[in-house]
């Protein structure tokens, strides 16, 4: 009974330490006998006591390593310090454990071998401005060179770039005077725009003046016009119930006394009757004595 017991505690302590469960985004590389005999997965799994060994231990989730400054030379010789950060992620786990000894510092090194390498082909102003570029050409050189490694680099940042003291001052002076020089230019720009809307309201202001005058001239003219043609037209409605009527002369004078009478009532002191009405008058009574005589000898 105490043999059974013994057999049981001691398969308890063999068998326990030997069953593994592997979790998610992990991966467990076995080696049998010195030998890479598996990847565990994840989920239950159990190894042989003194024959299978956990090699390495992986985990696949995207990996971000922010590597130190590296001083780099630019092709027009000026010396920089610029720090990157690379995103990669274990694609082969056995490639992995067993392709590079000490992958990630392995990866630093072909970091900064690769940077000096493309910014020495660039001068500053490439290298300040074409971030993009950099990044792109590391990412694939890096991506290609750590393949065997099972290593998959998804995207590589330069973080910072940091020129030497004296040219990062003569580029804030440069800033500084392109900063000046634009804010002059558009100073100038907005007062020529000023001065050209203002040339323009008082250009449109003074054809709607003269516009408006025209208008007001060309009004008054009509109604002039328009006030004349109806005198005229009353005057000859006037002859013409005359000639209708065959006024004599008699009232051809009735009607210019009547005439001169209203002329009168005005603030006018002295009437001038001109001689022709006065023989019109006198012409009138004549005809008169004469009807008057007829009809006496009758």
Known sequence: MELLLAILIIVIILVIPNIKVVPQAKSYVIERLGSYYTTWKNGLHIKIPFVDRVANIVSLKE?????????????????????????????????????????????????????RNIIGELELDQTLTSRDIINSKMRSIL????????????????????????????????????????????????EKKSSILIAEGEKESAILRAEADKEARIKRAEGEAEAMLKIKNAEAEGIKLLKDAKADTSVLTLKSYETLSRMADGQATKIIVPSELQSIATIGTTLKEMLKDDKKSK
């Open 63 to 115: 990996i971000v390593k922010d590597f130190a400054p590296q001083p780099v030379i630019t092709k027009d010789n000026v010396t920089m310090q610029i720090d990157t950060v690379v995103y990669f992620q274990i694609t082969d786990p056995k490639l992995y454990t067993y392709g590079v000894e000490y992958p990630i510092s392995a990866i630093e090194n072909l970091t900064a071998t690769t940077l």
């Open 143 to 190: 991506d290609e060179a750590t393949d065997p490694w099972g290593i998959k680099v998804n995207r590589v940042e330069v973080k910072n770039i940091l020129p030497p003291k004296d040219i990062q001052e003569a580029m804030e002076k440069q800033m500084r005077a392109e900063r000046e020089r634009r804010e002059k230019i558009l100073q100038a720009e907005g």
